[in-house]
Structures are given as structure tokens and as C-alpha cells.
């Protein structure tokens, strides 16, 4: 059933002016609803409306205040978990049981800063006996978030969260695909007794609503999930106004196993480094870096899993969901096919699945050269690339040499050779015998291109504070 939804500006609910966005199920093309077109003008008044707040209200509780009003979001998340599951399903085409989990780590990420609210604690400095020196920390004021596709619900936490808790207030502008639950949020903040204001939605293009969020004169940080391309743009537009920026813009992360590894364990944790969320993950272990005397064993393994890979609608529970739209479809399918182009070869998948729907199948390339576009550039789907190894130092050249530096995973037995490669691999995180493990607790960010800050854990809180320094002589 389709539904029109509005977007929240202070304590307003609005349609916005002109024809919606028309939302579509990836799965099933079919369309489920629209949302507002927002522009410059609902921009100005969404921060007007946060800076209000910020100013009146939030900055104003005590920190404990703030941390309830948290912690009650993240219970009330939790208490609408399959409604907030079954919008994230229908919008991006994930399966429910993915939604369901990204669902609760968002509760969680509003349950762990509520905990650190009322800790964000200062210093005192050592002058002498004369003087009393000492730092506090505080709120930047109105913060900008700029948030992606892919997990849009989980990430509206992982940065609103850590900023609210700080004192800040929020405009989100999600992206015009995945709009949904960051609306729906706007009600569970209503429920919990947030300020007015506090947090706000505007929803439309990224040229329309989100350059005009990201230059507004009015806006004090900026956290962007993106592109490299749109993360440049938004780096100079917040240059106009000298704003600081978090960037998280994706990665070509790569997968290392040795030959000490388990083939069955190790084509598992690949299957789940590529496939998961249909490949669309910033740190999906895109690259498979594979020492030679294991690689015949793993990739036969590998095969197996990917051919036994269940595709269909995000509702009936899949192992795989589709694209998120008919756009996305078209650049992977086009890697694909540039892939063979350049002499890669295919031993599965590497066509579109089903009769309905934005559906690819799970894609294995070898003869990979490490300078292919399908070893260097960011496909954002169930595309991997392999390439083979004979040492370590190979592994960890062939690792470094792209441009991102996201994430890498690591398989074998010898602890020595994992934490030698985890000090010499250019990544801001690194998983030892696992893909995907640690959680809201654990700082994530990268190095080179895929952008810098860190998000996550209690780093994250130093997006959106500044330090200050008072002295004072005793006399």
C-alpha cells in the first residue's frame, strides 16, 4: 500500500512544496509510497529550527536529563523493532533478518551514549601554585548529517546519537532512496519527550537538500557517509563556511587468508565478507588476497556457498536481497561486464537473477590483475575479485595498493604474522580470524580515500565537541 510521508522541521510535520520522491520496493519495483522533495528553503528552517532548540532547551538539561531521554529512545526502538525492521525491509530490500539486527544495534547505539552523556569530563593542567588551569568540553551547537543508503537507519544512530548525547542538535538530510525510518525515528523522538527541534528530517537530492545542509552558514560539524566524489564536494562547500568534517567513504577492503587457515571456515567468513547486505557495506571484504597452496581448496568451497546463495524479497527472509535500485543494478552489472572485458574470469554468477526485481547474482572473478578497475575501484555489490599470493610481504603489497583504506580481515593460525600484517596493513580496522566482529563499542574509520574521524565507540564523541581551556591566577 502505498503511503505519502512528510518530513519533521521543529515540531512539524510537512509535505514540502511540489511533487514528492517517489519511493520504490528494489524487490518487487512496485511502488510503496513517496516523500517530500525538500530544498534550501526547508533547509533554513530546519536549521532555524535546531539552532532554536540547541540554544533554548537542549544545551540547557543536565547531562543525566539528556541521557535518559537516550536511553528511553533506545528501549522504544527496541519495543518497535518489527515495525522498524519491516519499513528498513520494504525501503532498501535488505532481508528481515538483517533489518531486525541492524535495528538493535541503532537501540544500542542510543542505549551506550546515554552512558557516556554525563562523562565527557575535562582535565586540570599543572601551572604552579599561582593558577588553576583546566578544560571542558562542549557541544559544537547544530550538527549536519549526511546519511547513505545502504544501512540508513543504523547509521542515523551511529552518528545522532553520539552528537545528541554531546548536547548538539541534529539535521538529517537521508538519502532521497532510504528515507523511511529516519521519518519514522521523528516519532519515537516525539514519544520520549525530545525537544522539539532537537532532531529534524528533510528528505529529497543530495544537489537539492543536502549541498544546501552541508553550506549552510548556520550548521557547526558535518558527518558524511558517501561516495569520494560527493565526500570532495561536501569537503569544499564546508570550506566556504570553515566547518570541520567526519567522512567515512567506503572502501576496496581486502581478505586475507593464508594456508595454515580452514578452507571451510575461511570460504564462510569470505561468503559473509561479500554477500552480506547484497555486497552493499562500506568494509565488505571486496578483494580476496589468497596464498596459492590454499587457493583451489578455498575457492571450491567458496563456489559451493555462493551457489547455494537463496535470492528473493527482504520480506520472505533470503539469504540475499536485491540492489537497491534499478540505477545500482546497471554500475554493478557494468563492473561485471568490464571485469571479463579486461580478462578476468568468471567461476560464478556474474548475471542478473530473478524475472522481478533489482537482483544480482553472488560473483567470483579470477585471473584478476591487481590494477583492474574490478581490484581497485568500489563496486558496492556481491562482486569478488581474486587475486593470489606466495608471501607475506606480497600479501600485504597487494593489500596496500589501492586507494582506500577502510577495513582488512585476516585468516591463519600464526598470531605473530596477523599482528605483524595488522601494523603494517594502511586500514583503520583490522579483523583477526573473523569478518565483521566488534560493535558499536569499536572506533571504525579508514585512512587515504576512505575519508577520516572515527565513528563508533567513545572517539565518536570528539565529532561533536570542542575543547576549552581556562586559566585562572590565584591571587
Known amino acids: 500500500m502505498s503511503h505519502s510521508y512528510q518530513m519533521l522541521i521543529g515540531e512539524r510535520w510537512e509535505t514540502g512544496k511540489g511533487e514528492g520522491i517517489t519511493v520504490v520496493d528494489p524487490a518487487t519495483e512496485e511502488v510503496i509510497g513517496t516523500i517530500p522533495r525538500g530544498n534550501a528553503d526547508d533547509v533554513d528552517r530546519a536549521v532555524k529550527a535546531a539552532r532554536h532548540a540547541f540554544d533554548q532547551t537542549w544545551r540547557k538539561l543536565k547531562p543525566r536529563e539528556r541521557a535518559r531521554i537516550l536511553y528511553d529512545t533506545g528501549r522504544a526502538i527496541e519495543e518497535r523493532i518489527d ?52 578544560t571542558i568540553r562542549e557541544p559544537m551547537g547544530v550538527t549536519a548529517h549526511v546519511v547513505p543508503w545502504n544501512m540508513p537507519f543504523n547509521m542515523i544512530g551511529r552518528s545522532v546519537a553520539p552528537a545528541l548525547a554531546a548536547g548538539n542538535t541534529a539535521v538529517v538530510k537521508p538519502s532521497e532512496m532510504t528515507s523511511l525510518t529516519a521519518l519514522e525515528l521523528g516519532r519515537v523522538f516525539q514519544s520520549v519527550g525530545l525537544p522539539h527541534g532537537v532532531y529534524n528530517v528533510v528528505t529529497g537530492y543530495g544537489l537539492e537538500a543536502g549541498e544546501p545542509l552541508c553550506g ?37 577492503s581486502p581478505h586475507i587468508i593464508f594456508n595454515d587457515a580452514d578452507p571451510e571456515t575461511a ?6 565478507g561479500i554477500y552480506a547486505n547484497t555486497g552493499q557495506i562500506c568494509s565488505a571484504g571486496s578483494r580476496l588476497l589468497v596464498e596459492r597452496g590454499i587457493a583451489d581448496n578455498l575457492l571450491e568451497a567458496l563456489v559451493a556457498r555462493s551457489r547455494k546463495i537463496r535470492l528473493g524479497p527482504g520480506m520472505e527472509q533470503p539469504d540475499m536481497g536485491p540492489l537497491v535500485s534499478q540505477e545500482h543494478l546497471d554500475r554493478v552489472l557494468g563492473y561485471i561486464d568490464t571485469g571479463k572485458e579486461q580478462g578476468a574470469r568468471i567461476i560464478t554468477g556474474g548475471e542478473r537473477a530473478r524475472d522481478k526485481g533489482y537482483f544480482v547474482a ?68 583490522v579483523y583477526i580470524n573473523e569478518y565483521f566482529i566488534g560493535g558499536e563499542e569499536t572506533p571504525f574509520g579508514g585512512y587515504k580515500q576512505s575519508g577520516f574521524g572515527r565513528e563508533k565507540g567513545l572517539p565518536a564523541l570528539d565529532n561533536y565537541t570542542q575543547l576549552k581551556n581556562i586559566c585562572v591566577r590565584i591571587r
Open 83 to 134: 515495525d522498524f525492521a519491516r519499513l528498513e525491509t520494504l525501503d532498501s530490500g535488505k532481508p528481515l533478518q538483517l533489518s531486525h539486527k541492524e535495528v538493535l544495534s541503532t537501540a544500542r547505539y542510543f542505549e551506550y551514549y546515554a552512558g557516556a552523556a554525563d562523562k565527557l569530563e575535562g582535565r586540570s593542567i599543572p601551572l604552579g601554585p599561582d593558577f588553576m588551569d583546566f
Open 216 to 252: 549552510h552558514p548556520d550548521i557547526d560539524c558535518i558527518t558524511f557517509t558517501g561516495s569520494v566524489p560527493t565526500g570532495r564536494r561536501v569537503m569544499k562547500t564546508a570550506a566556504e563556511h570553515i566547518k570541520p568534517v567526519v567522512l567515512e567513504l567506503g572502501g576496496k
Open 267 to 272: 570460504a564462510a567468513e569470505v561468503a559473509k
Open 362 to 429: 553472488p560473483t567470483v572473478f579470477t585471473g584478476v590483475d591487481p590494477e583492474m578497475r574490478i581490484a581497485q575501484e568500489e563496486i558496492f555489490g556481491p562482486v569478488l575479485s581474486v587475486l593470489t599470493f606466495t608471501d607475506e610481504a606480497q600479501a600485504a603489497a597487494l593489500a596496500n595498493n589501492v586507494k582506500y583504506g577502510l577495513v582488512a580481515g585476516i585468516h591463519t593460525r600464526d598470531i605473530d604474522r596477523a599482528m605483524r600484517l595488522a601494523r603494517d596493513l594502511r586500514v583503520g580496522q
